[in-house]
């Protein structure tokens, strides 16, 4: 196909140009209204004219190697055809002119224009046809070598203007008809009428269509056909006009020109994106420190926070031992020593779950402190997000309905640190001896009250009236005695207990520290992951940044090859 070379660099540059065009749409990049992307794809417009049956349609067959036109020895050509790529079908455009689609693959790049002869009898084709002579990159003025002087034809050549004469070209047709001695002849002629009718030579190829035609029918080209079609200097002659056009390669210019510039433009987009990333992370990055320093104060402030649940402990372990003082009471003692004694183990099980409560109460107050400073400062961070990254971070993932989860985890996380703190304060088993100890004291002397009544009694019973009395007198003392006795070893082991659970009050802190430690420190992970929808953005606008970064880079690379070309 003439002008390879051309067509080879425009369909290299327009495919650049359609993925720069797709890459600048891809990433919102507006085309500049002063500078339009070129046409690239506009086919070379090939006009055909000369006398009726001068073998023009011949001419139109053999160049495009196709059937094209009807062609016969009597006039066929009737109106201006213009044949283009496409579906088939004739479209009339207007009286005279019939745009005539066909899908055949030369016309992707020519559009051939075939005309009725110039002497034809309806002469109104002429002004239809002279706009196409104006704007075809390659006019075609077909002469038979019958006959190569008819007048009608060189005055269509004398009517062009002098920029439609610089794309002109004669054709000499039906060469094939004349002995090889007369061609030089016929030429010389040419040449003169040329000289005569526009003041210079134009290029003349003496040439034979249907030979041409037959040639490229055959598989492989038959070489003698194509050599006696003399075509090959013609296609060669259009190669170098398509090449060599101004018009053609000021629009590669154009268009390689409208690339370079589109991708300069991307390269600095994605620059001022690259750098609007860098600085989004760093101030991702200050916001994360802003967490972690929160946090770091939360711990340092923990031991501090840890002193309102030695508050609790104290009121609870006051609690606990009025509870203690109450059960020790000498008629509840007294009761419990025919029935039995369990106090011990219940007070410590009771302490056991105060303590439970104990715990279970700061963290809840303590946690809900943390969750609301978090939502805080949640609340200062969402405004700058939204001013800097230009989207809603969304909610606190620990205040909301995700605060109860939190509070519970928290206080979870505190529990289960009770009974190691428990075991830190050694009071298990503190009572059971001290209570052995007073319950058979006690059993002791109301075993000898009771004896002594008992004798008491007896006396009685035999009129033996003053030992009764002594002996009535001395259960009544014993009874007494045990009564004090009762009640100062109740008060001694009270206070004995509440000492010692009061003296083990920080210990009991100090168990729970590390766990109160771990609890804010997974609460303060979990508050950071309000961050995640910010960094999961930064981190899918920087993934797409990377492939269109070297896209950009692939296409500057293959633009500079196709400069070469150009
Ligand atoms: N010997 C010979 N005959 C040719 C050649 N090219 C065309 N012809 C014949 O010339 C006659 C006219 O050819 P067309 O191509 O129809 O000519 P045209 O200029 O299109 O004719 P109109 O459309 O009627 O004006 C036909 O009979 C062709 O067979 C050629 O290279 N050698
Ligand atoms: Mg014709």
């Given at each position: 196909?003439p002008g390879e070379r051309?067509f080879?660099v425009r369909?290299?540059l327009s495919?650049l140009l359609n993925?720069?065009g797709?890459?600048?749409?891809?990433v919102?990049?507006?085309?500049?209204?002063?500078h339009?992307?070129?046409?690239l794809?506009?086919?070379v417009?090939?006009?055909?004219l000369?006398?009726?049956?001068a073998?023009?349609?011949s001419?139109?067959?053999?160049?495009a190697g196709?059937?094209l036109?009807?062609?016969?020895p009597?006039p066929?050509t009737a109106?201006?055809?213009l044949?283009r790529?496409?579906?088939?079908?004739?479209r009339?455009?207007?009286?005279?002119?019939i745009?005539?689609?066909r899908?055949?693959?030369?016309?992707?790049?020519?559009?051939?224009?075939?005309s009725?002869?110039t002497n034809?009898?309806?002469?109104g084709?002429?002004?239809i046809l002279e706009p196409?002579?104006e704007h075809?990159?390659?006019?075609?003025v077909?002469?038979t070598?019958?006959?190569p002087?008819t007048?009608?034809t060189w005055?269509a050549v004398s009517r062009?203007?002098?920029?439609a004469l610089?794309?002109t070209?004669l054709?000499v047709q039906?060469?094939?008809?004349k002995?090889?001695q007369?061609?030089?002849?016929?030429l010389?002629?040419?040449r003169?009428?040329?000289?005569k009718?526009v003041g210079?030579?134009?290029?003349?190829?003496?040439l034979a269509?249907?030979l041409?035609f037959?040639?490229?029918?055959?598989?492989?080209?038959?070489?003698?056909?194509?050599?006696?079609?003399?075509f090959?200097?013609?296609?060669?002659f259009?190669?170098?006009r398509?090449?060599?056009?101004?018009e053609r390669?000021?629009?590669?210019?154009d268009?390689w020109?409208?690339?370079?510039?589109?991708?300069?433009r991307?390269?600095s987009?994605?620059d001022?994106?690259r750098?609007?990333?860098?600085?989004?992370?760093?101030?991702?990055?200050?916001?994360e420190?802003?967490?972690?320093?929160?946090?770091?104060?939360?711990?340092e402030a923990?031991?501090?926070?840890?002193g309102?649940a030695?508050?609790?402990?104290r009121?609870?372990?006051?609690?606990?031992?009025?509870q203690?003082r109450?059960?020790?009471?000498?008629?509840?003692?007294?009761g419990r020593?025919?029935t039995g004694?369990?106090?011990a183990a219940?007070?410590?099980?009771?302490?056991?779950?105060?303590?439970?409560?104990v715990?279970?109460a700061f963290?809840?107050?303590?946690a809900?402190?943390?969750?609301?400073?978090?939502?805080?400062?949640?609340?200062?961070?969402?405004?700058?997000?939204?001013?800097?990254?230009g989207?809603d971070a969304g909610?606190c993932?620990v205040?909301?309905?995700?605060?109860?989860?939190v509070?519970?985890?928290?206080?979870a996380?505190?529990?289960?640190?009770?009974p190691?703190a428990?075991a830190g304060l050694?009071?298990?088993?503190?009572l059971?001896?001290?209570?052995r100890?007073r319950n058979?004291?006690?059993k002791?002397?109301?075993?000898?009250?009771?004896?002594l009544?008992i004798?008491?009694?007896t006396?009685?019973?035999?009129?033996?009236?003053q030992?009764?009395?002594v002996?009535?007198g001395?259960?009544?003392a014993?009874f007494?005695?045990a009564a004090?006795?009762a009640?100062?070893?109740?008060?001694?082991?009270?206070?004995?207990y509440?000492?010692r659970?009061?003296?083990?009050?920080?210990?009991?802190?100090?168990g729970?520290?590390?766990?109160?430690?771990?609890?804010?420190r997974?609460l303060f992970?979990d508050?950071?992951?309000s961050l995640?929808?910010?960094r999961?953005r930064?981190?899918s606008?920087?993934?797409a940044?990377q492939?269109?970064l070297?896209?950009?880079?692939?296409l500057?690379?293959?633009?500079?090859?196709?400069?070469l070309?150009?």
């Open positions: 196909m051309y080879a369909d290299r495919e993925w720069i797709g890459l600048a749409g891809e919102g990049l507006e085309p500049e209204a002063e339009p992307a070129p046409v794809g506009q086919p417009l090939v006009a055909v000369g006398e009726v049956n073998g023009k349609s001419l139109i067959n053999a160049l196709a059937e036109c009807p062609t016969g009597v066929l109106e201006v055809r044949y790529h496409g579906e088939e079908s004739d009339p455009v207007e009286p005279l002119l745009e005539c689609r899908p055949l693959d030369y016309l992707r790049n020519f559009d051939l224009l075939d009725p002869g034809a009898r309806n002469g084709h002429a002004a196409f002579l075809a990159d390659i006019v075609l077909t002469f070598a019958e006959n002087w007048a009608a005055d062009l203007s002098p920029e610089a794309r070209a054709v039906r060469i094939d008809l002995q090889p007369d061609i030089p002849i016929i010389g002629h040419m003169d009428l040329s000289v009718r210079h030579v134009l290029p003349i190829f003496p269509a249907q041409a037959e040639a490229k029918q055959t598989d492989p080209v038959s070489p003698e056909l194509w050599s006696a079609s003399r090959s200097a013609f296609e060669h259009i190669s170098e398509i090449c060599e056009s101004m390669r000021q629009l590669l210019h268009a020109h409208h690339a370079a510039r589109t991708l300069r991307l390269e987009l994605f001022v994106q750098r609007g990333m860098e600085d989004d992370a760093w101030f991702l990055s200050g916001i420190h802003e967490m972690e320093s929160l946090r770091d104060r939360s711990l923990a031991p501090k926070a840890l309102a030695l508050e609790l402990y009121g609870e372990v006051d609690s606990v031992v009025r203690l109450s059960r020790l009471g000498w008629w509840r003692s007294l020593l025919f004694d369990g106090s219940e007070i410590e099980a009771t302490f056991a779950a105060r303590m439970q409560e715990a279970t963290g809840r107050d303590d809900a402190r943390l969750v609301d400073a978090c939502s805080d400062h949640w609340e200062s961070v969402r405004p700058r997000v939204k001013e800097r990254m989207f909610a993932t205040a909301g309905e995700a605060r109860q989860e509070i519970d985890r928290f206080v996380r505190l529990e289960k640190a009770v190691q428990l050694r009071v298990r088993g503190v059971d001896p001290l209570m100890r058979a004291s006690l002791g002397f109301t075993a000898i009250g009771l004896l009544a004798a008491a009694g006396c009685g019973v035999l009129s033996m009236q030992p009764a009395v002996l009535l001395a259960a009544l014993v007494l005695l004090v006795i009640w100062i070893t109740r008060g001694r082991i009270a206070v004995g509440r000492d659970l009061l003296a083990g009050g920080a210990t009991f802190a100090e729970l520290k590390s766990d109160h430690g771990e609890a804010i997974l992970r508050y950071s992951s995640l929808e910010v999961r930064l981190a606008e920087k993934a940044l492939p269109r070297e896209r950009s880079n692939s500057y690379i293959a633009l500079k090859s196709v400069e070309d150009l």
